[in-house]
């Protein structure tokens, strides 16, 4: 429980005035103000003066309890033609260059409730300086006694924190409860305010808020923002930043834009990638096969019964349930060709291709097959060439073709024909030859016979 407080009114004589006669007579002073003590509510208190002679001053000095209460604001209802707050006992002070009449209000002043207490008491000390050189104090001044019972007859709507229920934002108005305007103690009911509105002018530059990224020689653009809610509007600003530059992926050394080369190595999964033929790392940027490898059988079977790759253990047999049978075709890869077995797909034995060069129109390629399981490769060239015979590599273990082949000189072509024309000339001679002896053969008279 907290103690009553007592206001008490003080009036206090300017230093220097002259007085030449006493005021007619004593001032009634009251003080007003009603309220709930409940904590955090503000309570008005008005402190008016009837029966007031001419006076020169007046001060007016508010007493309560300060673990109760807290002084708030004050406010002058009679325009004192000097004022100002006495920092000896934190009273008002008011004065007139000649005396006048303060009958009326005379100062309003704000006290709020720190703590809920059940009863507490609030009066005034007033102090008038009037025609005798003497202030006159007086403290016989009833107090205001408040208590913390109201009985909430009208309540008001203050959009205030300590009264919200729902908060709002740019589209919505914030939620509050009634209060009540005696106490200020909130109510059930509710109301809503306003909205308060977007407001786009905020340039944050971030993600969420980018337009168009630009690149290395162009700037970026960002949708400018709330200042409430950070929602993005639709209207953009240029950042002065440029953009980033421009590669195919996490692998491509030149940019696309401006050309700028950068280190850039694959970045191989750890998990291996398989096929019949062998195993690989993948590149997490751009799919690329960095270390192919054939498969490694293990010697032996495992637990259940196949033959796995000691490596990447992918199933690439089974031992000792079947024969295996071989295909007579070919499978193959840009790595080489070989026999898998019709029922477990497991490899004979993986053997380089042997290329032949083959004829074709084309001038941006050279065109090469197997000459075992007729696995076709082009190989780009620099400048056009042109269309080769083909010819059979005169080795015997698989090898990979160095080139293109020979074509034949101007001079064995003309030795050719020349050999083609004396061959005909010759064959020519021959037949004219035979028909002239057989005409003269038959020419001859015939043979007589000797006696």
């Known amino acids: 429980m907290k103690k009553l407080l007592c206001v008490l009114l003080v009036l206090t004589a300017l230093t220097g005035l002259s007085v030449a006669a006493l005021a007619a007579k004593e001032p009634s002073v009251t003080v007003t103000g009603s309220g709930a003590l409940t904590a955090g509510q503000t309570i008005d208190f008005t402190v008016t003066v009837s029966d007031s002679g001419p006076v020169y001053s007046c001060q007016v000095l508010p007493v309560f309890d300060q673990q109760v209460f807290s002084l708030v604001d004050h406010q002058w209802l009679i325009q004192p033609e000097y004022e100002r707050l006495n920092p000896a006992d934190g009273a008002w002070m008011g004065a007139w260059s000649t005396t006048r009449y303060i009958n009326g209000p005379v100062l309003r002043f704000t006290l709020r409730v ?26 016989n001044i009833t107090p205001v006694t408040l208590g913390s019972y109201c009985a909430h ?27 009540c305007q005696v106490c200020g103690a909130a109510g059930t009911d509710t109301f809503q305010a306003e909205p308060i509105g977007h407001d786009f002018t905020a340039q944050v530059e971030q993600e969420q808020y980018l337009a168009d990224p630009g690149d290395c020689q162009h700037y970026q653009y960002y949708y400018y923002s709330c200042v409430h809610c950070g929602q993005a509007g639709t209207q953009t600003f240029v950042s002065n930043r440029l953009g980033e530059h421009q590669y195919d992926d996490g692998c491509d050394t030149d940019c696309n834009i401006c050309g700028k080369y950068r280190e850039a190595t ?44 000691t490596v990447c253990g992918l199933v690439i047999g089974e031992e000792g349930t079947h024969t295996h049978r071989y295909a007579d075709e070919w499978s193959y890869d840009e790595k080489g060709h070989w026999h898998a077995c019709q029922e477990c ?11 032949e060069q083959v004829l074709s129109d084309r001038t941006d390629v050279v065109i090469q097959r197997c000459t075992e399981c007729g696995y076709t490769q082009e190989d780009p060239v620099t400048e056009p060439t042109e269309p080769t015979e083909p010819t059979q590599s005169p080795t015997t273990e698989p090898t990979q073709p160095t080139g293109q082949q020979e074509e034949p000189s101007g001079t064995n072509v003309a030795a050719v024909v020349l050999g083609i024309l004396l061959g005909l000339s010759l064959a020519a001679n021959g037949v004219l030859g035979y028909l002239l002896y057989d005409t003269k053969r038959t020419k001859r008279p015939p043979r007589r016979d000797r006696p």
């Open 153 to 179: 007859e009208r309540y008001v709507e203050r959009a205030e924190e300590q009264y919200l229920k729902t908060p709002g934002d740019c589209e919505h108005g914030a939620v509050y409860y009634v209060s």
């Open 266 to 309: 694959h970045e191989p999964k750890e998990e291996w990638s398989t096929d019949s033929s062998g195993h690989w790392h993948e590149c997490a940027n751009c799919g690329a096969e960095v270390d192919r490898q054939p498969h490694d059988p293990a010697e032996e079977p495992g637990e259940d019964g196949y033959i796995h790759c």
């Open 345 to 355: 797909g497991r490899p004979d034995s993986v053997l380089s291709h042997t290329f």
């Open 114 to 139: 720190k703590e809920q207490a059940a009863t507490a008491q609030v009066s005034v000390q007033l102090a008038v300086t009037d025609q005798t050189e003497d202030p006159q104090v007086y403290t």
